[in-house]
Protein backbone atom coordinates (compact mmCIF):
# COMPACT_ATOMS: atom_id res chain seq x y z
CA UNK A 1 0.00 0.00 0.00
CA UNK A 2 1.23 3.93 -0.10
CA UNK A 3 0.97 4.18 3.09
CA UNK A 4 3.45 1.45 3.96
CA UNK A 5 5.37 2.34 1.40
CA UNK A 6 5.87 6.11 2.83
CA UNK A 7 6.73 4.61 6.35
CA UNK A 8 9.83 2.17 4.88
CA UNK A 9 10.73 5.14 3.22
CA UNK A 10 10.96 7.45 6.41
CA UNK A 11 12.32 3.99 8.54
CA UNK A 12 15.40 4.40 6.07
CA UNK A 13 15.82 8.32 6.28
CA UNK A 14 15.84 7.99 9.98
CA UNK A 15 18.35 5.30 9.88
CA UNK A 16 20.72 7.03 7.00
CA UNK A 17 20.23 10.47 9.36
CA UNK A 18 21.29 8.66 12.61
CA UNK A 19 24.20 6.69 10.95
CA UNK A 20 25.36 10.39 9.64
CA UNK A 21 24.95 11.78 13.18
CA UNK A 22 27.09 8.96 14.41
CA UNK A 23 29.51 9.25 11.83
CA UNK A 24 30.00 12.69 12.46
CA UNK A 25 30.36 12.72 16.32
CA UNK A 26 33.22 10.07 15.96
CA UNK A 27 35.09 11.66 13.60
CA UNK A 28 34.64 15.37 15.34
CA UNK A 29 36.07 13.27 18.82
CA UNK A 30 38.16 11.20 16.86
CA UNK A 31 41.06 12.86 18.36
CA UNK A 32 39.84 13.32 22.25
CA UNK A 33 38.66 8.86 22.04
CA UNK A 34 42.35 8.20 20.92
CA UNK A 35 43.91 10.49 23.46
CA UNK A 36 41.78 8.51 26.00
CA UNK A 37 42.53 5.41 25.36
CA UNK A 38 46.07 6.17 25.24
CA UNK A 39 45.68 7.77 28.22
CA UNK A 40 43.74 4.72 29.87
CA UNK A 41 46.69 2.23 28.28
CA UNK A 42 49.53 4.44 29.42
CA UNK A 43 48.00 4.27 33.42
CA UNK A 44 47.60 0.47 32.72
CA UNK A 45 51.29 0.32 32.16
CA UNK A 46 52.42 2.32 34.50
CA UNK A 47 50.66 0.54 37.01
CA UNK A 48 51.92 -2.73 35.89
CA UNK A 49 55.93 -0.92 36.21
CA UNK A 50 55.27 0.13 39.10
CA UNK A 51 54.00 -2.91 40.37
CA UNK A 52 57.25 -4.58 39.45
CA UNK A 53 59.52 -1.73 40.51
CA UNK A 54 61.48 -1.70 37.23
CA UNK A 55 62.51 1.50 37.13
CA UNK A 56 64.86 3.91 39.33
CA UNK A 57 62.09 5.79 40.16
CA UNK A 58 60.10 2.81 42.36
CA UNK A 59 59.27 3.85 45.80
CA UNK A 60 61.63 1.12 47.59
CA UNK A 61 60.02 -1.98 49.01
CA UNK A 62 59.29 -2.11 52.67
CA UNK A 63 61.43 -5.03 52.49
CA UNK A 64 64.49 -2.95 51.30
CA UNK A 65 65.99 -1.48 54.67
CA UNK A 66 69.24 -1.15 56.00
CA UNK A 67 70.97 -4.19 58.07
CA UNK A 68 72.20 -2.33 61.52
CA UNK A 69 76.29 -1.69 61.20
CA UNK A 70 78.26 -4.51 62.88
CA UNK A 71 82.25 -5.69 62.25
CA UNK A 72 82.42 -7.71 59.47
CA UNK A 73 84.64 -9.80 62.15
CA UNK A 74 81.52 -10.10 64.38
CA UNK A 75 79.87 -13.68 63.44
CA UNK A 76 76.59 -13.03 64.84
CA UNK A 77 75.43 -10.07 62.52
CA UNK A 78 72.25 -9.92 62.16
CA UNK A 79 69.12 -7.66 62.96
CA UNK A 80 67.61 -7.87 66.41
CA UNK A 81 64.13 -9.26 66.13
CA UNK A 82 65.53 -11.69 62.33
CA UNK A 83 62.71 -10.52 60.34
CA UNK A 84 62.75 -8.39 57.30
CA UNK A 85 61.39 -4.79 58.50
CA UNK A 86 62.02 -5.06 62.31
CA UNK A 87 65.64 -3.30 62.38
CA UNK A 88 65.82 -0.54 64.34
CA UNK A 89 66.19 2.91 62.11
CA UNK A 90 69.36 4.57 62.04
CA UNK A 91 70.32 8.81 61.77
CA UNK A 92 70.07 9.38 58.29
CA UNK A 93 73.74 9.97 56.70
CA UNK A 94 74.99 12.74 54.49
CA UNK A 95 74.24 12.85 50.97
CA UNK A 96 77.09 11.16 49.22
CA UNK A 97 79.26 13.40 46.68
CA UNK A 98 77.55 13.46 42.98
CA UNK A 99 80.73 11.52 41.90
CA UNK A 100 79.97 8.74 43.67
CA UNK A 101 77.00 8.15 43.15
CA UNK A 102 77.18 8.38 39.35
CA UNK A 103 80.14 6.02 39.66
CA UNK A 104 77.73 3.42 41.86
CA UNK A 105 75.20 4.01 39.03
CA UNK A 106 76.85 3.76 36.17
CA UNK A 107 77.10 0.47 34.12
CA UNK A 108 79.48 0.26 31.20
CA UNK A 109 80.28 -3.09 30.46
CA UNK A 110 76.40 -4.70 29.86
CA UNK A 111 74.48 -6.68 31.50
CA UNK A 112 76.68 -10.31 32.34
CA UNK A 113 73.49 -12.19 31.78
CA UNK A 114 72.48 -10.96 28.91
CA UNK A 115 73.96 -14.32 26.66
CA UNK A 116 74.88 -16.83 29.94
CA UNK A 117 77.44 -14.92 30.58
CA UNK A 118 80.13 -16.08 27.92
CA UNK A 119 80.75 -12.28 27.07
CA UNK A 120 81.51 -11.08 30.63
CA UNK A 121 85.46 -9.90 30.22
CA UNK A 122 86.93 -9.41 33.46
CA UNK A 123 89.32 -6.69 32.51
CA UNK A 124 86.39 -4.11 31.28
CA UNK A 125 84.47 -4.74 35.30
CA UNK A 126 87.71 -3.88 37.08
CA UNK A 127 88.20 -0.69 34.83
CA UNK A 128 84.29 0.21 35.48
CA UNK A 129 83.64 3.55 37.07
CA UNK A 130 82.13 1.06 40.30
CA UNK A 131 85.03 -1.06 40.65
CA UNK A 132 87.31 2.10 40.21
CA UNK A 133 85.55 3.51 42.89
CA UNK A 134 86.24 1.09 45.26
CA UNK A 135 89.92 1.11 44.06
CA UNK A 136 89.96 5.05 45.43
CA UNK A 137 88.07 4.02 48.32
CA UNK A 138 90.43 1.69 50.16
CA UNK A 139 93.26 4.05 48.73
CA UNK A 140 91.85 6.63 50.65
CA UNK A 141 91.47 4.87 53.98
CA UNK A 142 88.31 3.64 53.48
CA UNK A 143 87.09 0.00 54.78
CA UNK A 144 85.23 -2.53 53.58
CA UNK A 145 83.53 -3.23 56.83
CA UNK A 146 82.28 0.67 56.92
CA UNK A 147 80.04 -0.47 54.41
CA UNK A 148 76.38 -0.36 54.63
CA UNK A 149 74.36 -3.46 54.01
CA UNK A 150 70.62 -3.52 52.43
CA UNK A 151 69.10 -6.50 52.21
CA UNK A 152 65.71 -7.52 50.79
CA UNK A 153 63.41 -10.28 51.06
CA UNK A 154 62.17 -12.25 48.36
CA UNK A 155 65.12 -11.35 45.72
CA UNK A 156 67.61 -12.57 43.93
CA UNK A 157 69.97 -10.03 42.59
CA UNK A 158 72.58 -10.83 39.63
CA UNK A 159 76.23 -10.35 39.86
CA UNK A 160 79.79 -12.32 38.88
CA UNK A 161 80.73 -14.41 42.14
CA UNK A 162 84.14 -13.41 43.91
CA UNK A 163 83.55 -16.82 45.98
CA UNK A 164 81.89 -19.96 45.01
CA UNK A 165 78.46 -20.16 46.56
CA UNK A 166 77.57 -24.06 46.33
CA UNK A 167 79.03 -25.40 49.63
CA UNK A 168 79.87 -22.03 51.04
CA UNK A 169 76.95 -22.15 53.77
CA UNK A 170 75.25 -19.58 56.23
CA UNK A 171 73.12 -19.50 58.79
CA UNK A 172 71.49 -16.32 57.91
CA UNK A 173 71.10 -13.73 55.84
CA UNK A 174 73.30 -11.12 57.60
CA UNK A 175 75.77 -13.82 58.00
CA UNK A 176 76.06 -13.85 54.02
CA UNK A 177 76.36 -10.33 54.47
CA UNK A 178 79.24 -10.57 56.86
CA UNK A 179 81.55 -12.61 55.03
CA UNK A 180 80.84 -10.09 51.62
CA UNK A 181 81.84 -7.26 54.10
CA UNK A 182 85.20 -9.17 55.29
CA UNK A 183 85.87 -10.09 51.38
CA UNK A 184 88.91 -8.27 49.73
CA UNK A 185 90.41 -8.27 46.07
CA UNK A 186 92.75 -10.55 46.06
CA UNK A 187 91.92 -12.76 48.61
CA UNK A 188 90.13 -15.94 46.13
CA UNK A 189 91.64 -16.84 42.96
CA UNK A 190 89.42 -16.79 40.23
CA UNK A 191 88.59 -14.82 37.05
CA UNK A 192 87.11 -11.94 39.20
CA UNK A 193 89.70 -11.98 41.85
CA UNK A 194 90.30 -8.39 41.44
CA UNK A 195 87.21 -6.97 42.26
CA UNK A 196 85.14 -5.95 45.68
CA UNK A 197 82.17 -7.77 47.04
CA UNK A 198 79.39 -5.86 46.83
CA UNK A 199 76.26 -7.74 46.42
CA UNK A 200 75.26 -11.31 47.52
CA UNK A 201 72.68 -13.74 47.45
CA UNK A 202 71.61 -16.22 50.23
CA UNK A 203 69.20 -19.41 49.92
CA UNK A 204 66.95 -19.55 53.29
CA UNK A 205 65.08 -23.33 52.47
CA UNK A 206 66.32 -26.86 51.89
CA UNK A 207 66.36 -26.25 48.35
CA UNK A 208 66.42 -22.90 46.24
CA UNK A 209 64.70 -22.73 42.92
CA UNK A 210 66.93 -20.38 40.16
CA UNK A 211 66.13 -20.56 36.58
CA UNK A 212 69.58 -22.47 36.25
CA UNK A 213 71.76 -25.51 35.98
CA UNK A 214 73.07 -25.35 39.51
CA UNK A 215 71.04 -27.23 42.74
CA UNK A 216 70.72 -24.33 45.26
CA UNK A 217 70.73 -25.87 48.69
CA UNK A 218 69.47 -24.21 52.40
CA UNK A 219 72.77 -22.00 53.39
CA UNK A 220 73.88 -21.06 50.28
CA UNK A 221 75.75 -17.94 49.77
CA UNK A 222 77.06 -16.47 47.02
CA UNK A 223 79.19 -12.96 47.24
CA UNK A 224 79.07 -11.09 44.13
CA UNK A 225 80.34 -7.96 42.52
CA UNK A 226 77.86 -6.14 40.32
CA UNK A 227 78.36 -2.88 38.78
CA UNK A 228 76.40 -0.25 39.88
CA UNK A 229 75.24 -1.31 42.83
CA UNK A 230 72.75 1.19 44.05
CA UNK A 231 71.00 0.75 40.50
CA UNK A 232 71.49 -3.52 40.50
CA UNK A 233 70.22 -5.97 38.22
CA UNK A 234 67.43 -8.35 40.31
CA UNK A 235 67.23 -11.79 38.65
CA UNK A 236 63.77 -12.55 40.27
CA UNK A 237 61.62 -10.40 43.20
CA UNK A 238 58.30 -11.46 45.00
CA UNK A 239 56.18 -13.12 43.51
CA UNK A 240 56.81 -14.97 40.20
CA UNK A 241 54.22 -14.01 37.31
CA UNK A 242 52.82 -16.83 35.16
CA UNK A 243 54.57 -16.41 32.32
CA UNK A 244 57.94 -17.44 34.37
CA UNK A 245 55.92 -19.94 35.70
CA UNK A 246 54.58 -21.42 32.63
CA UNK A 247 58.37 -21.55 31.60
CA UNK A 248 59.77 -23.14 34.71
CA UNK A 249 56.92 -25.30 36.42
CA UNK A 250 59.17 -26.05 39.02
CA UNK A 251 59.21 -22.77 40.22
CA UNK A 252 57.73 -21.74 43.32
CA UNK A 253 55.16 -18.85 43.59
CA UNK A 254 57.49 -16.64 45.65
CA UNK A 255 61.15 -16.13 45.36
CA UNK A 256 62.80 -17.68 48.46
CA UNK A 257 66.14 -16.05 48.16
CA UNK A 258 67.09 -12.60 50.15
CA UNK A 259 69.51 -10.62 48.29
CA UNK A 260 71.54 -7.00 48.80
CA UNK A 261 73.92 -5.06 48.50
CA UNK A 262 76.76 -2.97 50.21
CA UNK A 263 76.75 1.14 49.82
CA UNK A 264 78.45 3.55 51.21
CA UNK A 265 77.43 5.58 54.01
CA UNK A 266 74.68 8.26 52.41
CA UNK A 267 74.18 6.27 48.86
CA UNK A 268 70.40 5.31 49.17
CA UNK A 269 69.65 2.05 46.61
CA UNK A 270 66.93 1.78 43.87
CA UNK A 271 65.24 -0.95 42.86
CA UNK A 272 67.07 -1.67 40.26
CA UNK A 273 66.00 -3.30 36.81
CA UNK A 274 65.34 -6.29 36.41
CA UNK A 275 68.71 -8.15 34.35
CA UNK A 276 68.51 -10.73 31.62
CA UNK A 277 67.80 -13.77 33.69
CA UNK A 278 64.10 -12.56 34.70
CA UNK A 279 63.36 -13.89 31.00
CA UNK A 280 65.28 -16.70 31.09
Known amino acids: SMKTGEGLVIWKLA ?45 LTEDLIDAPEVPAEDPGLGRKGGQAGDAPKQAADEPADE ?10 CGSPAIDGYSHVVPKCLEDSPTAQWWKKYYEGGGKQED ?48 LPCNAFSWCPDDVCFAPDAHHHTKGDCWIKFTEAPRYPEINMRGMLPDDFKRRHPDAPDQVQWWGGVLLPKGVQPTNGTFGPRWGW
Open 99 to 108: ETVKALTERV
Open 147 to 194: LVVHIEKNAEFDGLAVAWGLGNFKATAEECAAQCLAHMPGKVDGPFKN
Open 15 to 59: VLCALALGTGFLTYNFQHIVHVSHFHLSLHGLHRDTTFCTFTGCT
